[in-house]
């Protein structure tokens, strides 16, 4: 799967530009603010409705603007597809499929797969359990619209049994919880059996990526707080535990249980590097995480995802930015950096956009650094 273009219209710092990107790797240069972590943005909002950097869609518009659009045309082994994003100041959007207005947001899943990483990814692993659930949301939601409807129906849920704890009422908080705890576990063994499945695939790719990277270092990936077995032995199992917490539960005012407090346990040479793993090797962790769920869309789908890089090449070490550009060579990938030395690029295809001030002020033909 590849993008072939994407045209930003008043979105960010963008008045109105297209970039017409190649299959392989395609670097985006210029200064601090310029508009080059802006455009990787708008590519990930287009594959997944959602941005790294804004937690309201009007936020992404340009400023004194009322509507930004973002269109993107992609290849992929099924045929050509075309999605496009309209936001406006008052909080309204309309995403478009091939012409064809989606009726519900979880729709823009899918069309256009990709994995985003940029520096704050590179703390996925030290940051707080809320990153990794998201980590694994996102990347489960562009393979499966049922997880993420899964995940939509737990949430509300969770938050109206949540409001139900906090009722004084406590004999009708008890005699209607039961029907609340029903529903709640029907979700929530959809989600845990997914990410079960996610991470079983997960780890042997990752650990095998870091190896080669570390030189030989072990690294065990688990699901922590979760529950295993079927849907239905799922299901049941957490109807317990909510059962048993009901208590703790009523004192804290909020649930205690579920896939909403699960964690992911990453284990180095038997120690666990959350907790007591150096920062490299931390951030060694967190790009062999990404590198793998690189490899787990291509199982999936047959084809890699669109590789957005934002960044990161100024987070690491000279040895990771050799690993990390060797492994994404026959992957699309859009990498952002103040400057990129050619040393590294030596022998390796690629594109060069220069950004200032929201505009392509030059585009290099496909070149290979000798």
């Known amino acids: 799967m590849f993008i ?27 200064a601090n603010a310029q508009g080059k972590t802006n455009m990787a943005e708008a590519m990930f909002y287009l594959c997944t409705g959602y941005s790294p950097r804004a937690t309201r869609d009007k936020q992404l518009i340009k400023s004194g603007e009322d509507v930004a659009r973002i269109v993107g045309k992609a290849k992929s082994n099924v045929g050509n597809v075309s ?21 519900k947001m979880g729709d823009i899943f899918g069309n256009i797969n990709s994995v985003f990483f940029n520096p704050q990814e590179l703390k996925l692993v030290q940051e707080s359990p809320e990153d990794r659930r998201r980590f694994m949301n996102i990347s ?46 029907q979700e929530a063994a959809k989600i845990f059996s997914a990410r079960n499945d996610f991470i079983s695939r997960l780890a042997p790719v990752a650990k ?6 570390s030189g030989g270092e072990v690294l065990k990936i688990s699901p922590e707080n979760s529950i295993k077995g079927t849907e ?11 059962a048993d917490s009901v208590d703790k539960d009523l004192k804290l005012g909020f649930t205690n249980v579920g896939p909403h407090r699960e964690d992911i346990k990453f284990v180095l040479n038997g120690t ?5 793993g150096s920062q490299g090797q931390q951030r060694t962790v967190a790009l062999s995480l990404k590198l793998a769920e690189v490899e787990i869309f291509k199982e999936a789908f047959g084809e890699y995802p669109v590789l957005i890089l934002d960044d990161v090449l100024s987070e690491l070490d000279r ?11 026959g ?40």
């Open 208 to 213: 095998k990526i870091h190896s080669e990277i």
């Open 140 to 185: 489960l939601s562009q393979m499966s619209k049922k997880y993420f409807y899964a995940l939509c129906r737990y949430n509300k849920i969770l938050a109206q049994r949540n409001n139900l704890l906090k009722n004084p009422d406590r004999l009708m908080i008890k005699e209607t919880l039961p029907v609340w705890d029903t529903q709640l576990c």
């Open 232 to 242: 239905s032995e799922i299901a049941d199992i957490m109807y317990n535990a909510l």
């Open 319 to 329: 040895k990771r930015q050799r690993t990390l550009i060797k492994k994404v060579q």
């Open 331 to 370: 992957i699309q990938t859009v990498l952002t950096a103040t400057h990129v030395e050619s040393s590294l690029l030596r022998g390796v295809d690629h594109v060069r956009f220069n950004i200032e001030n929201g505009k392509i002020i030059k585009r290099t033909e496909k070149v290979t650094d000798k």
């Open 83 to 103: 999605v496009e994003a309209v936001l406006t100041a008052s909080g309204e959007k309309e995403v478009k499929v091939n012409g064809a207005k989606v009726a």
């Open 272 to 276: 666990d590097v959350r907790h007591y």
């Open 4 to 30: 072939e273009s994407l045209s930003l219209t008043n979105f960010r710092s963008y008045k109105e530009e297209t970039f017409v990107f190649s299959n392989g790797i395609n670097i985006l240069t210029g």
